[in-house]
């Protein structure tokens, strides 16, 4: 575990630290326990082939709830309001999923969850699903069917999924810790 100081004045201080952890329920123990199974159920694959495997059980995670994103706007009967607030719940959920999906790549690559660096990098991963959950809503601004709507809807979240996926595993990878393969998780 790391043991940076935190300074009254760092913007990356225990507050950010308990919002992501705890406010929005990511478990460092979890994440290190499957990050173990799956070393364990693959265990020829390396470090690449291992955050690979992540992201493509992220992606159809992604689908599903980029396309149940949707659901909210085609209950008649409801204000916009409890149509929005469905939205915005969802699209917490595919935060969440993206930001364990980034720390899970960090840890196969050998990189310590603990380290605060890893809040700056949670920050960019809240950025882009907010704009995937913004994007998904795109589609009711066309003349789409309902059932064709939250299908664009649920491949832009998938696609950004991916795109994040992919930007972590370029990352971490070219930032890997030595003997990434072997290190405990």
Do not use: C
């Not at 913007?11 to 950010?16: K, R, V």
């Not at 994440?31 to 199974?37: C, E, F, G, P, Y």
């Not at 364990?100 to 310590?112: K, P, S």
């Not at 995937?132 to 009711?140: C, K, R």
């Amino acid at each position: 575990m790391s043991n940076n100081l935190v300074s009254g004045s760092n913007p990356w201080g225990l507050s950010w630290e308990k919002f992501f952890y705890y406010f929005m329920g990511l478990r460092k123990g979890e994440l290190r326990k499957d990050m173990a199974v799956m070393k364990a159920q693959y265990p020829n694959d390396d470090a690449h082939q291992l955050a690979r495997r992540v992201v493509n059980a992220q992606v159809p995670l992604s689908l599903a709830g980029g396309t149940l994103l949707q659901i909210p706007l085609f209950i008649p009967g409801i204000s916009p309001f409890l149509k929005y607030l469905g939205i915005a719940t969802g699209a917490s959920v595919m935060v969440i999923l993206n930001m364990t999906m980034l720390l899970q790549i960090a840890l196969v690559y050998g990189h310590d969850i603990d380290d605060r660096a890893r809040l700056k990098e949670m920050f960019a991963i809240v950025a882009a699903s907010g704009l995937a959950g913004g994007t998904s809503v795109l589609p009711q601004l066309g003349a789409l069917t309902p059932s064709l709507r939250a299908l664009v809807g649920g491949t832009t979240v998938a696609t950004v999924s991916q795109l994040i996926g992919e930007a972590a595993i370029r990352y971490y990878r070219g930032k890997a810790v030595e003997g990434a393969q072997a290190a405990p998780v």
